[in-house]
């Protein structure tokens, strides 16, 4: 397994921070940023940047648009699932639609996981 950190991948992690989808920003600015337990958004995780992580419950959320689901992208994302679990966290992913339809849903949905994530862990 590579190291979590991928200096290469830097950059574009910041980038993807300056430029975060509507979706991204909701949940960031709405929940996240101020969760009891601290979330960092676009986190460097071997070959991957994660949409937002939680060290302490090890959790990764990923926001999933459209193009999740055209062509071989569920395969893709199968793969970067696997590849995290890997690193013993629990990825949950959200559609971008529930974020904007359901927000409060979404909002319970993590809280939960996350719970369950430090349940776990203890």
């Known amino acids: 397994m590579q190291s979590k950190h991928n200096k290469k991948l830097v950059p574009l992690a910041k980038q993807l921070r300056r430029e975060m989808t509507k979706e991204e920003r909701r949940l960031w600015y709405d929940f996240l940023r101020n969760y009891p337990l601290r979330f960092q958004r676009q986190k460097i995780l071997g070959k991957y940047i994660a949409d937002f992580y939680c060290a302490e419950a ?48 979404v909002c319970e949905y993590i809280d939960l996981a996350v719970k369950q994530s430090l349940s776990q862990l203890c």
């Open 58 to 105: 090890k959790l990764v959320i990923e926001l999933d648009g459209s193009q999740h689901y055209q062509a071989d992208e569920p395969q893709r994302d199968a793969e970067r699932t696997a590849f995290l679990e890997g690193y013993g966290l629990t990825v949950i992913r959200v559609p971008n639609n529930e974020v904007t339809g359901n927000f409060r849903g």
